[in-house]
């Protein structure tokens, strides 16, 4: 397809996406959220935001917030003052203590010193068991939505609700009513390292339960990890909102976490006490607002559900997910939504892609063109065959550039407890293993002790690999090879310890965690031909 072609194909789905955004936010609606009547403000990436005449302004606010809210930590129980503090806005997320679905610290350190993590109970060195002092706290303390508890489908919105009022509560630990969440742009593969007012241990924004070398900054995150490209066609809104969930923020929160599940970033209960969660978040929430820029959100009861949070007066507020769907109503508006891929070129191939391989309203065809069988992860590497069958192979070849979403799916997933390291998943011909490309990453945030949820983990995990394969041009190859490494997630930022690195990741790996794909397919998908 030409690109003539292509934009024909996009152009009824960006105006049907604007046509049903506008109709789906009624002016009450805006009316109640626009911040005090003010144009909205304009949530910067870091880079920016502490940039220009007034970023050394901007940054000195958001720092005295953060000081101030971190001062109210001991305000008496029950307090406003105590529900504007940095101790209760991490406790929304989650907490330790007695009567938390989480459990106590004291648990967590016998649960890491059970499962071969012992040596990272050190950075729960002075995090305390907390206790919610009154109803209110009793019903918003850790309340965060991720997919891997029963409450599904919420994690965009939910956390959209929390950086809403903990922005309030920012600006008025500020007085400062232009203050906006800063971002980190972690995509930007010029951004990977951990930005600098962050690494500074003088700084608010300081914490030193991290992986020390993101804190030093000796390490970056994989710009290979931090590649969203191909996910930000995805036309399936909850296939979108999970795959961002599962990977990239997963990724980011086990890889500057020192693992997972370890405090502060790499653990859920206690993830939100790291400043830098706020703009790490920040970011997934932009590319949540990236994809509502060009598709419309689905309706449905997802929208009606209802979460609480405290404002900056202290006072409990219930709101639908729908009243959070469109930014600018509620004061903020993101400096790029329109560009936020590396390569639009890319972008554009995946949304066509989706676009025809999920039709409105019309039937996907699924083909399973390989699938091995179940494949126990007991080394630190681990390398198997996907051979497309001949008759598959064809039907494969016979697809038009850019007609079919090629999936790699990593069927039940399952570990009995952490395996201290997260995995990357490469994909290559046989014929040709030194030139393998990355399928996408698997973290474990929130996988083990979420919730009160016990058991193994277990999941699914897709990711669509159209490119990838067009790049090894693995139409010409019979024979595909899929490896699974153990990965600390981080790169050094001198390459040439990569390879100590690599050897670190090898040691850190537990085979006793049980690791276990049942199935490694390739899928693809199809709009079905009209009958
Ligand atoms: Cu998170």
Redesign the pocket.
Known sequence: MDAKGKASVLRPLVVAAIVLLALSIPMDAQQAWAADGQAPQVRKRWQDFISGADGATRLASLQAAVQKMKSLNNSPPGSADYRRSWQYWANIHGYYGAASPDGTVEAQIQYLQNNGLGSDVSYYQGITDQSAPDATAQAIWATCQHSSNTQALNFFGW?RMYLYYFERVLRWAAGDDTLRLPYWDYTDPNQVALPAEFQDSTSTLYDALRSPDMNSGASTLDPNSTNVDALLGQSDYFSFESQIEEGI?GYV?CTVGPTCPVAHMGDVPV?GNDPI?YS??AN?DRLWACWQNQQAVPAGSWQDLQFSFVDETGTMQTQPVKNFLDSTALGYVYDNVSNCARSQTTLVASMTRTAQATPTGGEKKMTVLATTASIPIKQPQTTVDINVPESKRQELLAQPEGAAMTELVLSDVTAESPPGVLFDIYIAKKDAPGVRKLAGTISW?GAFRHHDRTGPYKKTLRFDVSNQLRELGAANTSDLTVTIEATLGRVPAHPSLAAEMQAKAANAFRSQAGVQIDAIELHQVTASPSP
Do not use: T
């Open positions: 956390h923020h929160h993830a969660f790490h978040h997934i945030f």
